[in-house]
């Protein structure tokens, strides 16, 4: 209930509050119209008048407005604005056949076009319920003008135009619908790419941490493992300098494809941490695994070799660090990473290309 009172819904063409304050807007425009109304239509037909704006179509508003706050309101929108405003046309329609058969008065017709700008524009229909709006409300005036002649010479002309108006809106509505749908698209690529690095398509520092601390607290429930390795290239200014930059970047590419081809559980996060850094949680594997793992990231090069002639190694290669414990004993990721760093520096320290664990 609290979620759903609190800022945009998604479900909702229009934020529940400005629901509200156009409901009152559409009260206040009834109230307005019928005093300017009751200037001029003749008093006989006074109470018929007021019976069709304070007895029907104030009273469904405000019934529209106390629905409002129903926790079902978000899931009823449309088919509910649908509803309310077809009556509120319909009554429309009564009050125009009734005039024209007790006073011989055309009352004026245009107010069905404006009831569905309301609905269709302004409480914001989906396209599919303006379908639906537009041939309940098209086929109650046809069968108006058809059943009474309260329109005479112009009842053709009146019908063309009220059938155009419908289908001018809702040309309107699809064009929006279809801009918003593009919108919407365009964010989710935008959101999706904010979470990956261009370069490796991997998952950038950001993602990673989101990813980790969200798989962390599943497994604190389950008392399971968590192990993150920290994965960096080996003299890899040198590499740049004696290669080139672009060179270096297809080297930062291949240590990801590996990366990708050794971790594939749909757990395992697999993440660019910095420039030629890279990081890798698992979850749920016991430390004879985490070792073979360790291994195969060392000899993914060894397997696959690339020239490095400025290492001592004669090719590219790679020091890793990994700590393995229980979820329950981190309690921010942090912890863990510099836990993995630390060995991955000792690694490097004992002559690189190689991996190391931390140990407690
Ligand atoms: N080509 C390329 N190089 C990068 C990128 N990001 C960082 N680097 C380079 O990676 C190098 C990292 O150098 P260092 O941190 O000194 O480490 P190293 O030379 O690998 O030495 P050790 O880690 O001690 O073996 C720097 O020269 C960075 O410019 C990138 O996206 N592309």
Same mark, same amino acid.
């Given at each position: 209930?609290?979620?759903?009172?609190?800022?945009?819904?998604?479900?909702?063409?229009?934020?529940?509050?400005?629901?509200?304050?156009?409901?009152?807007?559409?009260?206040?425009?009834?109230?307005?119209?019928?005093?300017?109304?009751?200037?001029?239509?003749?008093?006989?037909?006074?109470?018929?008048?007021?019976?069709?704006?304070?007895?029907?179509?104030?009273?469904?508003?405000?019934?529209?407005?106390?629905?409002?706050?129903?926790?079902?309101?978000?899931?009823?929108?449309?088919?509910?604005?649908?509803?309310?405003?077809?009556?509120?046309?319909?009554?429309?329609?009564? #009050?125009?056949?009734?005039?024209?058969?007790?006073?011989?008065?055309?009352?004026?017709?245009?107010?069905?076009?404006?009831?569905?700008?309301?609905?269709?524009?302004?409480?914001?229909?989906?396209?599919?319920?303006?379908?639906?709006?537009?041939?309940?409300?098209?086929?109650? #005036?046809?069968?108006?003008?058809?059943?009474?002649?309260?329109?005479?010479?112009?009842?053709?002309?009146?019908?063309? #135009?009220?059938?155009?108006?419908?289908?001018?809106?809702?040309?309107?509505?699809?064009?929006?619908?279809?801009?918003?749908?593009?919108?919407?698209?365009?964010?989710?690529?935008?959101?999706?790419?904010?979470?990956?690095?261009?370069?490796?398509?991997?998952?950038?520092?950001?993602? $990673?941490?989101?990813?980790?601390?969200?798989?962390?607290?599943?497994?604190?429930?389950?008392?399971?493992?968590?192990?993150? #390795?920290?994965?960096?290239?080996?003299?890899?200014?040198?590499?740049?300098?004696?290669?080139?930059?672009?060179?270096?970047?297809?080297?930062?590419?291949?240590?990801?494809?590996?990366?990708?081809?050794?971790?594939?559980?749909?757990?395992?996060?697999?993440?660019?941490?910095?420039?030629?850094?890279?990081?890798?949680?698992?979850?749920?594997?016991?430390?004879?695994?985490?070792?073979?793992?360790?291994?195969?990231?060392?000899?993914?090069?060894?397997?696959?070799?690339?020239?490095?002639?400025?290492?001592?190694?004669?090719?590219?290669?790679?020091?890793?660090?990994?700590?393995?414990?229980?979820?329950?004993?981190?309690?921010?990721?942090?912890?863990?990473?510099?836990?993995?760093?630390?060995?991955? $520096?000792?690694?490097?320290?004992?002559?690189?290309?190689?991996?190391?664990?931390?140990?407690?």
């Amino acid at each position: 209930m609290k979620q759903f009172f609190e800022g945009p819904d998604p479900a909702l063409p229009i934020e529940i509050n400005q629901i509200r304050i156009l409901i009152v807007v559409g009260i206040i425009l009834i109230a307005g119209f019928m005093s300017a109304d009751l200037h001029v239509i003749p008093a006989a037909i006074h109470d018929s008048y007021f019976f069709t704006r304070v007895g029907v179509q104030i009273p469904l508003c405000l019934l529209f407005l106390v629905a409002s706050f129903h926790s079902s309101f978000k899931r009823y929108y449309y088919p509910l604005v649908t509803f309310i405003m077809v009556l509120i046309a319909y009554t429309n329609m009564w #009050f125009v056949d009734l005039v024209w058969h007790k006073e011989n008065i055309s009352f004026a017709y245009e107010g069905t076009v404006l009831y569905s700008f309301f609905a269709m524009f302004i409480l914001r229909l989906s396209f599919k319920y303006s379908v639906i709006y537009a041939a309940l409300v098209s086929g109650a #005036f046809v069968f108006l003008v058809g059943h009474s002649e309260v329109y005479g010479d112009h009842a053709f002309l009146n019908v063309g #135009f009220v059938l155009t108006s419908l289908l001018v809106c809702l040309i309107g509505v699809l064009q929006i619908e279809q801009a918003q749908k593009k919108l919407i698209a365009a964010n989710e690529r935008l959101t999706e790419l904010s979470k990956i690095d261009p370069l490796t398509e991997l998952y950038n520092r950001r993602t $990673y941490k989101a990813l980790f601390n969200s798989l962390l607290s599943l497994h604190k429930r389950t008392n399971g493992s968590v192990c993150v #390795f920290i994965v960096d290239l080996d003299h890899f200014k040198r590499y740049n300098d004696h290669y080139g930059h672009l060179a270096g970047d297809a080297i930062i590419q291949q240590q990801a494809k590996f990366l990708k081809q050794i971790f594939k559980r749909d757990s395992d996060v697999v993440a660019r941490y910095g420039g030629e850094e890279f990081i890798i949680a698992t979850f749920g594997n016991d430390e004879e695994y985490c070792r073979g793992l360790a291994q195969r990231i060392i000899e993914c090069w060894h397997q696959d070799p690339y020239p490095h002639v400025q290492s001592q190694f004669g090719q590219v290669t790679c020091s890793v660090g990994w700590y393995l414990t229980n979820a329950n004993n981190i309690d921010t990721e942090k912890d863990i990473v510099s836990k993995a760093d630390d060995a991955m $520096y000792q690694a490097k320290r004992s002559g690189r290309n190689q991996f190391m664990q931390h140990h407690e």
